[in-house]
């Protein structure tokens, strides 16, 4: 019988050896799982079939959010962990630690038994304590008024910026501060309407009535317009993407009719500014903001006005007009060696220039202007000898170009923009702003409605404005702790009068005390323009006579010898009889 013969192996293709393992390995894979879930239905409070029945039970589910023994153990041995290390004992950051340091240093496992490691955390632990109290320490030094640093004065600098907030902050409770009565408020609105100065001479049981009283003529301010159901100040802000139109967009009627009625009161304000009897007054426009002050103020012998931001069209516009403008915040272009330089060298600056001829910088301008307007007509001539128009090529356009070279463009809309117009521009100004409406906004809520005037003093159209004020208790950082401490803040529409009003107010019940002030920033830089020494303390004094200003807030104003009389002030300290203070500016 014949015996089948034995056939040879079948040959397997290699993605089949291939395809069988991964079945291997995705088996193993899911036998793990399932150790592993099973593992899980071991615990208390899980779900899990039971050992007997072989059923699933149906107990309470386990808490994904509770805390466990094991849990805590987990975390406290994850906390005794050295920093830079992984549980199994390796760096994490070994690569990045290796470009910094030697090769040697870092791919050693550290020892936390060793004696130079122990040093090593200490002195790093150290290190970051001294850190962080370095950090903390100013912030506490300006809660408590106690840092050595600060320099005390017996008054604080002119601040020109506009507020839009003042807070007060005393360890000592405001006890005078309350709701006003009917007859406190009447002797507040009659101060401030006649002028009157407060009396120190009183009982002891009318000072805090009278406290009161000044604390409402301290917030008043003279305002136009006055629309209750519009945001008139500040007029500089953040409209937002969604914005309603103006309620006078669409009516040329009620646009023509706001305009004529703050023409009147700009015009009033204005003479009254020139005849002595308004120390200043602001203009607040939608994107520009002018400040009005009389002669004597700030050492200045004639009325004169800053205007800021500004721009390269705005200030050739007002050269158009015939109004002479200054940047006193642009340093000169012309460096001039001090005097101390020159005896260093053993150089006489005067004997070495005596046979030099001067070039002046009105002569390097020209010289400059010459030699690119030469470039700009070789240009236009290569142009047309091409027999190519240069209209074609607008960029090679001479006025185009000149006006790109200019490096006043880099300065528009920027603090350092700001412009001084003094003397009889001032008038120009004036006659300017009263006739065009470069400052009216012409799109957004703010369409049509013309600028806000704000004075301390009274005219006509204006709208007597009183801030709100509030007071009570807090609690504030300082340090790591809480601290709790006492407040009065004030806000609204807030000048240079009635800050300092209020500082002298708080000053004569509170033995310390500091001030926040929040600075309105389009006005930061109005501070930044140092005082001018034109005209005597004297002559200041009479220019002012007619302001109806109190004695202190005549000195506050006609300051001008010191450099440092001048700054935008973020915070103040009051100790003492002393004042100490940080700027911005």
Not at 103 to 126: H, W, Y
Not at 208 to 234: F, I, N, T
Not at 243 to 258: C, E, G, H, I, Y
Not at 454 to 460: I, Q, R, T, V
Request: charged share 25%; proline share 6%; glycine share 6%.
């Amino acid at each position: 019988m014949d015996q089948p013969v034995p056939s040879s192996p079948a040959w397997k293709k290699p993605s089949d050896v291939m395809k069988v393992r991964l079945k291997g390995k995705k088996r193993r894979s899911v036998s793990a799982s399932h150790h592993q879930a099973n593992a899980k239905a071991t615990l208390p409070g899980s779900q899990g079939p039971d050992a007997s029945t072989g059923e699933v039970r149906t107990g309470k589910r386990r808490n994904p959010f509770g805390h466990s023994s094991s849990a805590r153990e987990r975390k406290r041995a994850h906390s005794e962990i050295l920093p830079g290390e992984t549980e199994g004992g390796s760096h994490q950051n070994k690569l990045f630690d290796a470009l910094d340091t030697e090769a040697g240093e870092v791919f050693q496992e550290p020892s936390t038994s060793s004696p130079a490691n122990l040093n090593r955390i200490k002195s790093e632990s150290d290190a970051n304590h001294t850190r962080l109290a370095e950090s903390e320490e100013p912030k506490a030094a300006a809660d408590t008024g106690q840092s050595q640093s600060l320099t005390w004065k017996d008054s604080y600098p002119v601040d020109w910026c506009l507020k839009t907030r003042v807070r007060f902050l005393s360890d000592s409770p405001f006890t005078w501060c309350g709701t006003l009565k009917t007859n406190e408020e009447a002797a507040g609105l009659s101060w401030f309407t006649r002028g009157t100065h407060h009396d120190e001479t009183i009982p002891a049981d009318e000072k805090d009535a009278q406290s009161r009283s000044r604390l409402h003529q301290c917030g008043m301010v003279w305002m136009h317009p006055s629309l209750p159901w519009v945001k008139l100040y500040p007029r500089i802000h953040n409209e937002g993407k969604q914005t309603r139109p103006s309620f006078v967009a669409n009516d040329k009627d009620l646009q023509d009719s706001l305009l004529t009625s703050w023409c009147e009161s700009f015009r009033s304000l204005f003479h009254q500014l020139r005849a002595g009897h308004c120390p200043y007054f602001y203009l607040c426009g939608y994107q520009s903001t002018v400040l009005f002050r009389a002669a004597g103020v700030g050492g200045f012998k004639h009325v004169h006005a800053f205007l800021t931001p500004t721009t390269k069209g705005l200030r050739e516009l007002f050269k158009a007009e015939g109004i002479e403008v200054s940047m006193p915040l642009v340093p000169s272009k012309d460096s001039t060696p001090s005097q101390g330089d020159n005896n260093e060298n053993g150089i006489d600056q005067e004997h070495s220039n005596s046979h030099q001829p001067v070039k002046t910088e009105e002569d390097e301008d020209d010289d400059e202007e010459d030699f690119n307007q030469e470039g700009d007509d070789a240009a236009s001539s290569w142009l047309q000898s091409m027999g190519l128009d240069q209209q074609s090529f607008p960029t090679l356009d001479p006025r185009r170009v000149k006006f790109q070279r200019d490096e006043s463009i880099k300065l528009d809309n920027r603090p350092q923009s700001l412009v001084l117009i003094s003397g009889s521009s001032t008038q120009a100004l004036y006659n300017f702003l009263l006739n065009s409406d470069i400052m009216i906004a012409p799109t957004g809520t703010q369409a049509g409605i013309p600028p806000t005037l704000l004075s301390p003093a009274p005219f006509e159209g204006g709208t007597l404005t009183a801030s709100k004020v509030k007071s009570g208790k807090l609690q504030i950082a300082v340090g790591t702790s809480m601290q709790g401490c006492f407040h009065l803040e004030v806000t609204g529409p807030i000048l240079p009068s009635n800050v300092h009003a209020l500082t002298q107010l708080v000053s004569s019940s509170q033995e310390r005390f500091s001030v926040n002030l929040s600075n309105h920033s389009p006005t930061i830089m109005f501070s930044a323009v140092p005082p001018n020494n034109a005209i005597s303390l004297r002559d200041r004094k009479s220019k002012l006579v007619n302001c109806n200003l109190s004695p202190e807030l005549m000195d506050y104003f006609t300051k001008g010898e010191d450099t440092d009389d001048h700054a935008t002030i973020q915070e103040l300290v009051f100790a003492e009889e002393k004042y100490s203070w940080t700027s911005l500016t």
